[in-house]
């Protein structure tokens, strides 16, 4: 065991120390098991060449086991209360690079360029904060990210989300995103109770290999993406009408119709309906009306 680390004991008895409150708001459920923090670190593939971003360091549990394997670690935390507490228990480590706000905010694509060689793929590795999951996994699946694998803890509802098919209740503009670009797996299911505090919700270790080759073509990545969210807007609505009040106007409704029909969709199905090859068809036909 590398004498760096801390045990999780350790860690806790840090965080005591510095009087610090944990946040339910900010979905601060820490770690507090070695086995599982080496179990992600071990699904994550990391050796001594990789660049890693960690989102979310808490209390550095996680951010010590990635930065005692890898080349350099590079974390984003919103909580500046925590500034003291991974000063201390980063320490010993010389190849961290902390950053402070919210990776919702944040200039991932600058701090990404500043910290990392240009063209070196990047492993994401978090514990990630429930309320934020579906937003922070969008982010990351952008085109043109240079992450390479990405293997975070999620809750274990989400985690079915990645896997699933149209008409299922899981299937969503997650499930999309995530086929479009990535093999997805769960490497482990994970109990309540190795985290403090407790969450309400079990949960997964996911790892998702970002493909070279995408699962369908198109022409305007960005366009699909903006396409796929906003089908998915509001549920229970036709995809006319989510395209009407999320993407287009309605002066556009007959031409959107018109689209919708040329490629042989029925404008009054619902988002969750359609297969990631008819967004595809979708976005290619559409994009044109999108540009006008
Ligand atoms: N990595 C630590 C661990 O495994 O023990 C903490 C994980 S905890 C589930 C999630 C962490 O994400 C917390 O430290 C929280 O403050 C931070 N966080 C919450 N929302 C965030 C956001 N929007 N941007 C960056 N960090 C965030």
Redesign the pocket.
């Known amino acids: 065991m590398d004498k760096r680390i801390a045990s999780p004991k350790q860690t806790q008895e840090i965080i005591r120390a510095h009087r610090f409150t944990l946040?339910k708001s900010?979905?601060?459920?820490?770690?507090v098991d070695a086995n599982i923090l080496n179990n992600i670190v071990q699904a994550a593939a990391i050796d001594a060449e990789s660049f890693v971003l960690?989102?979310?360091?808490?209390?550095g549990?996680?951010?010590q086991i990635l930065a005692a394997h890898a080349k350099k670690v590079v974390a984003?935390?919103?909580?500046r209360r925590?500034e003291p507490i991974l000063s201390e228990t980063l320490q010993e480590f010389n190849n961290v690079s902390l950053h402070f706000?919210?990776?919702?905010k944040i200039d991932l694509d600058a701090i990404l360029r500043k910290e990392f060689p240009p063209d070196a793929p990047v492993i994401v590795v978090?514990?990630?904060?429930?309320y934020?999951t579906t937003p922070?996994l969008m982010k990351l699946l952008m085109p043109n990210m240079p992450f390479c694998r990405i293997v975070v803890m999620i809750q274990k509802e989400v985690a079915a989300r990645l896997e699933a098919h149209p008409g299922e209740k899981s299937y969503g503009s997650l499930s999309i995103a995530v086929q479009y670009l990535a093999d997805a797996s769960i490497v482990l299911t994970v109990p309540k109770t190795v985290f403090m505090p407790q969450p309400n919700v079990d949960s997964a270790v996911i790892r998702l290999d970002v493909r070279k080759d995408k699962k369908v073509a198109v022409a305007d990545e960005a366009f699909f993406f903006r396409l796929v969210r906003a089908s998915f807007a509001q549920r229970r609505k036709t995809l006319l009408n989510n395209l009407m009040n999320n993407l287009f106007s309605k002066n556009e409704k007959d031409a959107i119709q018109a689209v919708l029909e040329e490629q042989g969709v029925d404008p009054g199905r619902r988002g969750e309906t359609l297969t990631i090859e008819e967004y595809a068809r979708l976005s290619d036909a559409l994009q044109y009306l999108d540009k006008k």
Do not use: R
């Open positions: 946040k900010l979905g601060q459920n820490f770690l960690e989102i979310g360091p808490g209390a549990a996680l951010t984003i935390e919103i909580d925590l706000g919210d990776v919702l978090a514990n990630l904060p429930y934020v922070i």
